[in-house]
């Protein structure tokens, strides 16, 4: 019999992707040791936003949660989520601080670290896998999954066989949009599966509806483990449920092994966090239906629906079919990118500023600009010397892996905060998210932490926020004023403070210029 494994997410994309990341370690310790004796794959606990949110919101140090988790989580391996030369910020970071990060996550008890880039350009995450290899992890080397008219079965084995050449110790399918269907996942994973000879795992989302029939052509077409988060928090933008899966596979050739009991144990434990979690707010209940609209248009579930508020904003709603119309050619012109996150934010965006500003590219954010020079990495398709010349001017695209540019980092990092730093972990916190830090750090001298209850997170507005750091109002101000002279009329400037607040997560934060 060849048992499917189960990589179970309740500790950390479940509640990232309903509640904004906002379960307290407090909340996960009482049932770590239950969720251990299951006998999951692995248990994701880590990384995503997860390091991002404890700092920023909940006033814990990430590096803690990670050490109380392992002395609970014996037996089953600890996993986490990596953005390749980015870690868990948001911009790449020199290969000394990539190295650093991925020594002292393994140090301190992670097990596999599942590494994945917004480009699927292997460049941006060679490093980190190498440093896991050095430090003894395990390498879980990702693909993001996307359709497009460049992307086939041939090119995603090739990706795999690259990515196994890399050392990679098994590949991950990362389906972050829920538009992997079932019987092309059966192609997808027979493609791989003769690709490579390492194991191969799919991560999917419910948020089209398929994700349950996806698994199970998938498995079918022999993938090892899959990815599925414990009922209460399953479903909708989170991961299928694992009980039922569990269930489906009972006494076939893929029996997981799990105990159903056990399971309804660990879901009972979870049940009254949920029904908190709705009644406060921090739950919408709308996270946990469908939208099949992200298998009509091909857009994520998260970037439609942002969409849409953004239009909302403008008083343009009735633009959405232009704008959906404008995602692919966008996409397109920017070499056909995953949308995932940041590209997703960045497609999203220009589409709407091209559509308002009733001419293509008349305003460009300096992250569209980023993406056509080549500061992301390389896209999957070659962007045309037309687009390029339009938004790049006489400026050449860089053709290197893009932290080549960058200079060590770590010493002059550890100097600048060295009146701080408690622990060695300090210096990365720092690295990644410096002013979230800076303040974390400052309320663990002060004895503040934890002084403020966590409210819900505001429906709107503020979940995007947590994505990035924040940019000096200067910046913002230029580009209020960009908008302004592109615009010249009062409307013009209603649409550009509206931008500005509300017309993706990288402007909401005040990253558009930065």
């Given at each position: 019999?060849?048992?499917?494994?189960?990589?179970?997410?309740?500790?950390?994309?479940?509640?990232?992707?309903?509640?904004?990341?906002?379960?307290?370690?407090?909340?996960?310790?009482?049932?770590?040791?239950?969720?251990?004796?299951?006998?999951?794959?692995?248990?994701?606990?880590?990384?995503?936003?997860?390091?991002?949110?404890?700092?920023?919101?909940?006033?814990?140090?990430?590096?803690?949660?990670?050490?109380?988790?392992?002395?609970?989580?014996?037996?089953?391996?600890?996993?986490?989520?990596?953005?390749?030369?980015?870690?868990?910020?948001?911009?790449?970071?020199?290969?000394?601080?990539?190295?650093?990060?991925?020594?002292?996550?393994?140090?301190?008890?992670?097990?596999?670290?599942?590494?994945?880039?917004?480009?699927?350009?292997?460049?941006?995450?060679?490093?980190?896998?190498?440093?896991?290899?050095?430090?003894?992890?395990?390498?879980?080397?990702?693909?993001?999954?996307?359709?497009?008219?460049?992307?086939?079965?041939?090119?995603?084995a090739k990706d795999a066989k690259i990515l196994e050449g890399m050392g990679a110790h098994s590949i991950c399918i990362k389906d972050m949009a829920g538009l992997l269907k079932p019987y092309d996942a059966y192609n997808l994973i027979k493609a791989i599966k003769e690709s490579v000879k390492i194991p191969v795992q799919l991560h999917t989302h419910y948020t089209s509806g398929v994700a349950s029939m996806t698994y199970l052509k998938a498995i079918e077409a022999g993938v090892d483990v899959v990815d599925t988060a414990i009922s209460p928090l399953a479903l909708g933008t989170s991961q299928p449920a694992t009980?039922?899966?569990?269930?489906?596979?009972?006494?076939?050739?893929?029996?997981?092994?799990?105990?159903?009991?056990?399971?309804?144990?660990?879901?009972?434990?979870?049940?009254?966090?949920?029904?908190?979690?709705?009644?406060?707010?921090l739950l919408d209940p709308k996270m946990l239906g469908v939208d099949a609209n992200a298998l009509i248009y091909q857009v994520p579930g998260g970037m439609l629906s942002n969409l849409v508020s953004q239009l909302k904003q403008s008083n343009a709603v009735d633009k959405l079919d232009e704008v959906l119309k404008e995602v692919p050619r966008v996409r397109e012109d920017f070499g056909f990118p995953p949308l995932v996150t940041p590209s997703s934010q960045i497609v999203g965006t220009q589409s709407v500023f091209n559509v308002l500003m009733g001419e293509r590219y008349k305003m460009v954010p300096k992250e569209s600009r980023g993406v056509v020079k080549g500061e992301y990495g390389k896209s999957p398709a070659p962007i045309s010397e037309e687009i390029s010349k339009k938004i790049l001017g006489d400026e050449k695209p860089i053709t290197c892996r893009p932290a080549d540019l960058i200079e060590p980092e770590l010493d002059k990092i550890r100097e600048e905060i060295k009146d701080m730093i408690e622990q060695e972990e300090d210096v990365l916190s720092y690295a990644l998210l410096p002013q979230v830090a800076k303040a974390f750090f400052k309320k663990r001298k002060d004895g503040t932490l934890n002084q403020t209850p966590l409210e819900p997170a505001p429906k709107k507005a503020e979940p995007a926020k947590e994505q990035f750091d924040e940019e000096d109002d200067d910046e913002v101000a230029a580009v209020i004023s960009a908008a302004v002279a592109a615009m010249g009329s009062q409307s013009g400037t209603q649409f550009a403070v509206n931008s500005i607040r509300q017309l993706s997560p990288w402007v909401l934060a005040g990253r558009i210029n930065r």
């Open positions: 019999m060849r048992k499917v494994g189960i990589t179970e997410t309740v500790l950390r994309d479940a509640h990232q992707s309903l509640i904004a990341t906002r379960m307290r370690t407090e909340e996960m310790l009482p049932i770590v040791e239950q969720l251990d004796d299951i006998g999951y794959h692995s248990l994701e606990a880590w990384g995503g936003a997860t390091f991002d949110a404890c700092l920023r919101f909940l006033d814990e140090d990430p590096w803690d949660r990670l050490r109380k988790i392992k002395a609970k989580a014996k037996k089953t391996p600890l996993q986490m989520l990596l953005r390749g030369q980015n870690l868990l910020g948001y911009k790449h970071y020199a290969d000394d601080v990539v190295e650093y990060f991925v020594q002292k996550a393994i140090a301190n008890g992670m097990d596999i670290i599942r590494i994945f880039d917004a480009m699927n350009d292997p460049r941006n995450i060679e490093t980190a896998i190498k440093a896991c290899i050095k430090e003894g992890g395990h390498a879980q080397a990702c693909i993001s999954y996307t359709t497009s008219p460049v992307h086939s079965l041939d090119l995603f009980e039922p899966l569990v269930a489906s596979l009972q006494d076939t050739e893929y029996d997981t092994g799990l105990d159903l009991m056990k399971l309804s144990d660990i879901a009972e434990y979870f049940r009254p966090f949920r029904e908190k979690w709705i009644e406060s707010g």
